[in-house]
């Protein structure tokens, strides 16, 4: 497998769009794997393709425990959503930060599967949180575009001096304070 290189925030690629995938083929799944193997690595539940540079309307995602229920999201579009509700979330494009956002607790989504099939799927929770969240990186959106600018900006210089100093998350499990 190949271990991909994950976009960190403030980096302008992070804002581009997501292409359309209409080709299924093993190159496809080939990336997905890498993207899902990259995110296990990093102790991530979900990862876009426009985080590692490519500029496609993929997405996997595995909220279980055991790491073993992958999700696969080829162009995706949300149908219905409905209940707003607080979530506290992280991104591996901004790691060790953690900020509430505003989003959905239900949604329904229509999607593509790695081979092209059509599939309309539910989601409650956390899965429903996350879809949202990695949809908007295929859209060049970011939780931190939810938060107040000064916040933002501030996360924004702290994540430029950590990696100059090459101090981004020595440790996952102790977030940065702002
Ligand atoms: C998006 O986020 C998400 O800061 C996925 O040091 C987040 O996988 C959806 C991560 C919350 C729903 C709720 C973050 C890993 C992973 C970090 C992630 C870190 C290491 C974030
Ligand atoms: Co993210």
Request: hydrophobic residues 40%; charged residues 35%; contains cysteine.
């Amino acid at each position: 497998m190949d271990k991909l290189k994950i976009l960190h925030f403030p980096d302008n690629r992070l804002r581009q769009k997501g292409l359309d995938v209409d080709i299924f083929d093993k190159n496809l799944r080939n990336l997905a794997k890498d993207m899902l193997e990259t995110m296990y690595d990093s102790k991530g539940i979900g990862l876009a393709a426009i985080q590692v540079n490519i500029q496609k309307r993929l997405i996997v995602i595995d909220i279980s425990e055991e790491k073993n229920k992958p999700i696969f999201l080829v162009n995706p579009i949300i149908l219905t959503k409905k209940n707003k509700i607080q979530f506290e979330e992280g991104c591996l494009s901004v790691p060790g930060f953690y900020e509430k956002v505003e989003r959905f607790n239900n949604v329904t989504i229509k999607k593509q599967d790695l081979y092209g099939r059509t599939l309309e799927m539910e989601a409650d929770g956390l899965l429903a949180v996350c879809i949202q969240h990695e949809i908007d990186h295929l859209d060049g959106k970011l939780f931190v575009d939810y938060i107040s600018d000064m916040k933002r900006d501030r996360i924004a210089k702290k994540i430029k001096k950590l990696t100059e100093q090459g101090k981004l998350m020595p440790r996952k499990d102790v977030p940065y304070s702002i």
